[in-house]
Every structure is written in C-alpha cells, then in structure tokens.
C-alpha cells in the first residue's frame, strides 16, 4: 500500500513533538523539586518529622507556590546549624538551642547563629521520663548506674537530657544510649535499657502505642529540677505537666518542664514567601488541617505563635505578627 505524500515527515513531527512535550514535563518537574524549600524534620517517628510533614502537606494543598520537602535529621541542633549554613531552608529547634545558638554556647557548634531567624512558636514539647511500671527507680537521682535512651545524637531531646542530668550531677553516673525514642522504647520492653528520655510534644503518638501493650510510668521531673538548680541554669525551660490520663495506664499528673518548638529559616528566605506561609498555616483552615494531622498541634494558635521566640524574626513574621496585632502598616491577611 503506497503511503500519501508526506506521511513519513508527519510522522517524525509527531514523534518529535511528543518527545519534546515529554522533556518539557521532565524539565519543568526536575525545575519545581530543584525550587522547593527544604524544611529540617526530625528522626522518623519524632513529632519534629510528622509535623513538618503535615506541613509541607498543607502547603502543598492550599499555597502551591511554596513548595516544601522534608528531610530526616538528627533534630533541633542539627537543624539549627544547617540553616545558618545554607543546607537547609527552614527547619523546627527547640527555642532553648535557638537561644543558646544565638549566642554561640552550643558546646558542639561554639559559632553563633547569625543567620537564623524565628517565623513562630509552634507547639510546646515537654520533658518525659519512662520506666517500666514496675520498675524500682522511684526519681532521677535513682538512675545511677543504668543505661538511659536519651535520643538520636544532635537532637533537642539528648541535649537536654544532658543538660538535667549534668545539673543533677548524673551525667558521668549514667550510660546515655543514643538512640532515637521509638528505638528507646522497644529497648525499654526487651530490657536493654532502663529509662527511656523524650522531649516531645504531649501526647506523643508512640508513647501512646507503646503504653497500651506496655505498663509505664512518667518519673516526676520538677522536683529534682528545683533542688539541682537547672531552671536557674537553663531560664528558657519553662515548667509543665503531663496531665493524668495523657497516656494509658497513667493515674495522676506529673510535673516536668518544657521547651517551645520554632519554626526557623534564614535572612534568604523571600519576605511575602515567609508572610504568605504564616497566613496559611495559623488560618483557621490551616490550624484545622494540623489538628487533623497531628495530635501535638492541639498547642498550634496564634496567641501562642510568639511564646518563648527569644531570637530575631525574619522580616516577613515581623510583618505578619504585627499583622495580626493590628498595627498599622503590617500589610493586609486573607482567608484561605
């Protein structure tokens, strides 16, 4: 059969058009994920990660122009340090390393954080210590010479943990297991360690697993606080209390101390990206969403949005908080 004329020049154009129109897809996709800003989470399993996650979810949803990927890491301190470097375009720290960070007292990075700044107070993470129920060890002081679960290295939680301990003078008298809690818990069932430390937002989702097959108990934190003098040591720490009944099996309230989880970026960051961002994520829809996502986004509010910021905002959440106070000339919000 003879082919009409020009049927074979049709046919390369045609393939020439679909394998362009193919890289374009190519090109354009590579392009969107080379632009997305970068977001510091946490170890898998941590509050830092599901919170960034449902995040850069969120975003994805409703401000398609801020695009969001999340990256593992060791957590606050390490977070903290990449975005004062460049590796990272936003990350959640802890308010008391952003603190110690600005002023170059982190014993493991002694530069302080220039770069940094503050975009809100996300929620609050508190201090938890387990035992088994029926562990004998009563407080901290009776940890000596036990093996501890105190969080991935570089992390918010193990920072802290040396920190209390180091105020009890436990540090040395204590064997500290670097490891991230959801690892620190099975080794606390198999019996590989004894204690398991966490600062994470309360409730914590695998906690809560974990107490539902596993008897534990919380230890008390506040007391030896006080007489080792760690709030006079560490002013950023506030006092909390995990409520009786935050986890099964547990039958009164215990009181600990807490941090204050930021959300971070660097003086790089875009002003209106930063402004537009902070409008979606403290919008009713947007807090809504969190809620939905995340049970430690139940402390996610606006009243709350500048808590235990001791570092300078970046000029965007310097506008959108004035913004939200009502001052003159902060610019305008909408409602997704």
């Given at each position: 059969?003879?082919?009409?004329?020009?049927?074979?020049?049709?046919?390369?154009?045609?393939?020439?058009?679909?394998?362009?129109?193919?890289?374009?897809?190519?090109?354009?996709?590579?392009?969107?994920?080379?632009?997305?800003?970068?977001?510091?989470?946490?170890?898998?399993?941590?509050?830092?990660?599901?919170?960034?996650?449902?995040?850069?979810?969120?975003?994805?949803?409703?401000?398609?122009?801020?695009?969001?990927?999340?990256?593992?890491?060791?957590?606050?301190?390490?977070?903290?340090?990449?975005?004062?470097?460049?590796?990272?375009?936003?990350?959640?720290?802890?308010?008391?390393?952003?603190?110690?960070?600005?002023?170059?007292?982190?014993?493991?990075?002694?530069?302080?954080?220039?770069?940094?700044?503050?975009?809100?107070?996300?929620?609050?993470?508190?201090?938890?210590?387990?035992?088994?129920?029926?562990?004998?060890?009563?407080?901290?002081?009776?940890?000596?010479?036990?093996?501890?679960a105190v969080g991935?290295?570089?992390?918010?939680?193990?920072?802290?943990?040396?920190?209390?301990?180091?105020?009890?003078?436990?540090?040395?008298?204590?064997?500290?297991?670097?490891?991230?809690?959801?690892?620190?818990?099975?080794?606390?069932?198999?019996?590989?360690?004894?204690?398991?430390?966490?600062?994470?937002?309360?409730?914590?989702?695998?906690?809560?697993?974990?107490?539902?097959?596993?008897?534990?108990?919380?230890?008390?934190?506040?007391?030896?606080?006080?007489?080792?003098?760690?709030?006079?040591?560490?002013?950023?720490?506030?006092?909390?209390?995990?409520?009786?009944?935050?986890?099964?099996?547990?039958?009164?309230?215990?009181?600990?101390?807490?941090?204050?989880?930021?959300?971070?970026?660097?003086?790089?960051?875009?002003?209106?990206?930063?402004?537009?961002?902070?409008?979606?994520?403290?919008?009713?829809?947007?807090?809504?969403?969190?809620?939905?996502?995340q049970t430690v986004?139940?402390?996610?509010?606006?009243?709350?949005?500048?808590?235990?910021?001791?570092?300078?905002?970046?000029?965007?959440?310097?506008?959108?908080?004035?913004?939200?106070?009502?001052?003159?000339?902060?610019?305008?919000?909408?409602?997704?």
């Amino acid at each position: 059969m003879k082919r009409p004329v020009g049927f074979g020049v049709t046919m390369k154009m045609r393939v020439t058009i679909c394998l362009l129109g193919l890289l374009w897809v190519l090109v354009v996709g590579c392009e969107r994920q080379d632009q997305a800003l970068s977001l510091g989470g946490g170890p898998g399993g941590s509050s830092f990660h599901g919170f960034s996650i449902a995040m850069a979810e969120l975003f994805a949803l409703q401000l398609p122009e801020f695009p969001v990927k999340v990256h593992r890491s060791g957590g606050s301190v390490v977070n903290l340090v990449r975005v004062e470097q460049g590796k990272l375009s936003m990350g959640l720290v802890y308010a008391g390393d952003a603190y110690l960070g600005r002023l170059g007292k982190l014993s493991r990075y002694p530069e302080p954080t220039q770069k940094v700044r503050a975009l809100a107070r996300l929620y609050g993470a508190s201090a938890q210590l387990l035992v088994l129920k029926s562990s004998p060890i009563k407080s901290p002081f009776d940890l000596r010479k036990t093996r501890v679960a105190v969080g991935s290295p570089g992390s918010g939680s193990a920072i802290s943990a040396r920190r209390f301990f180091k105020s009890l003078g436990l540090w040395e008298e204590i064997t500290p297991i670097y490891a991230g809690f959801a690892m620190g818990l099975d080794d606390l069932g198999s019996g590989r360690v004894e204690a398991v430390w966490m600062l994470v937002g309360v409730p914590n989702a695998r906690l809560m697993e974990t107490a539902r097959n596993l008897p534990l108990r919380l230890l008390d934190l506040f007391d030896a606080a006080v007489v080792s003098g760690f709030f006079e040591n560490y002013p950023f720490y506030g006092v909390a209390t995990v409520s009786a009944g935050t986890y099964p099996g547990q039958v009164r309230d215990v009181r600990t101390f807490q941090d204050s989880v930021l959300w971070i970026t660097s003086t790089q960051m875009d002003e209106s990206q930063a402004y537009r961002a902070l409008e979606l994520l403290f919008s009713q829809q947007g807090v809504a969403y969190m809620r939905s996502r995340q049970t430690v986004a139940e402390d996610l509010d606006s009243e709350k949005g500048l808590m235990g910021v001791n570092i300078p905002l970046h000029q965007g959440a310097e506008r959108f908080w004035k913004a939200r106070a009502g001052l003159p000339g902060a610019g305008g919000q909408r409602e997704f």
